[in-house]
């Protein structure tokens, strides 16, 4: 529908509004001092051009357009020549329209990088094998598919978390750091009494306040990923402006150590891209643990199997 709104010129820019004599400016809501039409919301913007520039940081190889129309033969090409390719500019372009959307309705825009991220992923899951031959290095090990756990960008690590609870109500809480590369940089767990799963995987995101590490800092920016929807709805909602007194279970103080990176990001996964959170998780009932050291003898023989193999998860 975003797409058939745009070809036909009936996306409700502020340029289409000021026509219609329904505000009396026309200005790009973004403070770029062009007129906001179908034209600079699909390639003027110097919003949407920084996407696609980190999309290029990330060796993604997007293609420059000098007009909508431009976009439009570049798409119709990709759809035969690299279908992946064509699916992530037109995320890019649609999550950037619903993030200025929620801008000009008084919330807050999404940051280049969650928007980037979200396009990737987006695409990646439109896909059952998606070879990706222009990205970041990691994906070129493998065949993406919706469920092969995604590396972070170059230089970022990315943190899977879980929580298991069994019939006594025995918590185990975990989860695993790696790189771009899908190497193991750190894992964690630790034991708890509960019964309410969700309340759980919320925890298991607080507790990281207690596990990353100084060095971890240096990464350009973390990613944050779990399988319970509805808990990372809550803290991408909590990061947006004006919606911490809506979120019930956090306050404003519980996020503050991840401002200690330059960028994070909260990220769903689906259940199958995360059993390595889910291993450390189950490991947690027995016994609590830091590893930061994968060569040392106290990490199991099955999580370096995993990690050595090659296999993301």
């Given at each position: 529908?975003?797409w058939?709104r745009i070809?036909k010129?009936?996306i409700?820019?502020?340029?289409?509004?000021?026509?219609?004599r329904l505000?009396n400016?026309e200005?790009?809501p973004?403070?770029?001092s062009?007129t906001?039409n179908?034209?600079?919301i699909?390639?003027?913007c110097f919003?949407?051009?920084?996407?696609?520039?980190?999309?290029?940081?990330?060796n993604f190889g997007?293609?420059?357009?000098d007009?909508v129309?431009?976009?439009?033969?570049?798409?119709s090409?990709?759809a035969?020549?690299?279908?992946y390719?064509?699916?992530?500019i037109?995320s890019?372009?649609?999550y950037?329209w619903n993030s200025?959307?929620?801008?000009?309705h008084g919330?807050?825009?999404?940051?280049?990088?969650?928007?980037a991220?979200?396009?990737v992923?987006q695409?990646i899951?439109?896909?059952?094998?998606?070879?990706?031959?222009?990205?970041?290095?990691?994906n070129?090990?493998?065949k993406?598919?919706?469920?092969?756990?995604?590396?972070?960008?170059p230089?970022w690590?990315?943190?899977?978390v879980?929580a298991s609870?069994?019939l006594?109500?025995?918590?185990?809480?975990?989860?695993?750091f790696?790189d771009?590369?899908?190497r193991?940089?750190a894992?964690?767990?630790f034991?708890?009494i509960?019964?309410d799963?969700?309340?759980m995987?919320?925890?298991?995101?607080l507790?990281l306040?207690?596990?990353?590490?100084?060095w971890?800092l240096e990464a350009?920016?973390?990613?944050?990923e779990g399988?319970n929807?509805n808990?990372i709805n809550i803290?991408?909602?909590?990061?947006?402006?004006n919606?911490w007194?809506?979120?019930e279970?956090l306050n404003?103080?519980d996020?503050?150590?991840l401002h200690?990176?330059?960028h994070?990001?909260?990220?769903?996964?689906?259940?199958?891209?995360?059993?390595?959170?889910?291993f450390?998780?189950?490991y947690?009932?027995?016994?609590?643990f830091f590893?930061?050291?994968f060569?040392?003898?106290g990490v199991?023989?099955s999580?370096l199997e995993?990690?050595k193999?090659g296999i993301?998860l």
């Amino acid at each position: 529908m975003f797409w058939w709104r745009i070809s036909k010129n009936a996306i409700p820019t502020f340029a289409m509004l000021s026509y219609r004599r329904l505000i009396n400016h026309e200005g790009c809501p973004r403070g770029c001092s062009d007129t906001e039409n179908t034209d600079h919301i699909v390639i003027r913007c110097f919003f949407i051009k920084k996407v696609f520039k980190l999309l290029k940081e990330w060796n993604f190889g997007t293609p420059e357009f000098d007009s909508v129309e431009d976009c439009y033969q570049v798409l119709s090409r990709l759809a035969n020549s690299n279908p992946y390719l064509g699916n992530l500019i037109c995320s890019v372009i649609f999550y950037c329209w619903n993030s200025r959307n929620q801008l000009v309705h008084g919330g807050c825009d999404d940051s280049c990088y969650v928007i980037a991220y979200r396009a990737v992923i987006q695409s990646i899951s439109s896909f059952k094998n998606g070879l990706i031959c222009e990205n970041w290095d990691a994906n070129q090990l493998f065949k993406l598919s919706k469920s092969s756990w995604l590396p972070p960008p170059p230089d970022w690590i990315k943190v899977n978390v879980d929580a298991s609870i069994f019939l006594n109500n025995s918590t185990g809480i975990g989860g695993i750091f790696r790189d771009c590369k899908g190497r193991g940089l750190a894992a964690f767990g630790f034991h708890t009494i509960h019964w309410d799963i969700a309340q759980m995987e919320l925890l298991a995101i607080l507790s990281l306040r207690d596990h990353i590490k100084d060095w971890m800092l240096e990464a350009k920016g973390i990613v944050i990923e779990g399988d319970n929807l509805n808990v990372i709805n809550i803290f991408q909602n909590a990061l947006k402006k004006n919606k911490w007194n809506h979120e019930e279970f956090l306050n404003l103080k519980d996020l503050d150590f991840l401002h200690n990176f330059q960028h994070f990001i909260f990220s769903f996964v689906n259940r199958d891209c995360n059993k390595l959170a889910n291993f450390c998780a189950n490991y947690a009932h027995f016994s609590s643990f830091f590893w930061d050291d994968f060569s040392s003898g106290g990490v199991p023989p099955s999580i370096l199997e995993l990690l050595k193999g090659g296999i993301f998860l």
